[in-house]
T-cell receptor, first 115, second 113 residues
Framework: AQSVAQPEDQVNVAEGNPLTVKCTYSVSGNPYLFWYVQYPNRGLQFLLK??????LVKGSYGFEAEFNKSQTSFHLKKPSALVSDSALYFCAVSPRGGGADGLTFGKGTHLIIQP | GAVVSQHPSWVICKSGTSVKIECRSL??????MFWYRQFPKQSLMLMAT?????????EQGVEKDKFLINHASLTLSTLTVTSAHPEDSSFYIC?????????FGAGTRLSVL
């Protein structure tokens, strides 16, 4: 069985500061990892994914994530936060990387960027 | 591109009635779609995988006779909650596989009275 943990229900960051949203995972086999963002009354939007290769993955809206196999982590990062980044962020894992399987999600982290 | 439309966005029904939720991929074809359920302040839980032209695959603990899934075309999957009861009240979200990732609809909030 696979699982995802997002240890923080909420993260507060001042605008312009770097942000990190934490995610750890547990899978058997190779992990295929994703980050999605959810804005109110809108569907989850894909940010980025790790399948294989470079441990630092760059995605949409200036976000990036670092895959760390030894720590089984896939933390989401951004060098300079914007107020518009405030949303609910989900980390997810899949048995395969091609989108053919349902995702196992973490519980989500509310990111609040303060002006 | 890669837009998934889900309809209705909100439905209220009486206990014992059935409710149909539609999930459409608007600008791409999706041989595989997924249905998730989200309880308040909890994560999304996969209910079933819907493949075009074949029977859906349900996750353990999900009643296939309660949650009927039909994926009759490459752009449409439907979820029917049959004989709905208050405990079926939840937020239902669909996704469609396109370009090797899943694209999500905005969700349907079901309230059963």
């Amino acid at each position: 069985a696979q699982s995802v943990a997002q240890p923080e229900d909420q993260v507060n960051v001042a605008e312009g500061n770097p942000l990190t949203v934490k995610c750890t995972y547990s899978v058997s086999g190779n992990p295929y990892l994703f980050w999605y963002v959810q804005y109110p009354n809108r569907g989850l939007q894909f940010l980025l994914k790790y399948i294989t290769g470079d441990n630092l993955v760059k995605g949409s809206y200036g976000f990036e994530a670092e895959f760390n196999k030894s720590q089984t982590s896939f933390h989401l990062k951004k060098p300079s936060a914007l107020v518009s980044d405030s949303a609910l962020y989900f980390c997810a894992v899949s048995p395969r990387g091609g989108g053919a399987d349902g995702l196992t999600f973490g519980k989500g982290t509310h990111l609040i960027i303060q002006p | 591109g890669a837009v998934v439309s889900q309809h209705p966005s909100w439905v209220i029904c009486k206990s014992g009635t059935s409710v149909k939720i539609e999930c459409r991929s608007l600008d791409f074809q999706a041989t595989t779609m997924f249905w998730y359920r989200q309880f308040p302040k909890q994560s999304l839980m996969l209910m079933a995988t819907s493949n075009e032209g074949s029977k859906a695959t349900y996750e353990q603990g999900v009643e296939k006779d309660k949650f009927l899934i039909n994926h009759a075309s490459l752009t449409l999957s439907t979820l029917t909650v049959t004989s709905a009861h208050p405990e079926d009240s939840s937020f239902y979200i669909c996704s469609a596989r396109g370009r090797n990732i899943q694209y999500f609809g905005a969700g349907t909030r079901l309230s059963v009275l």
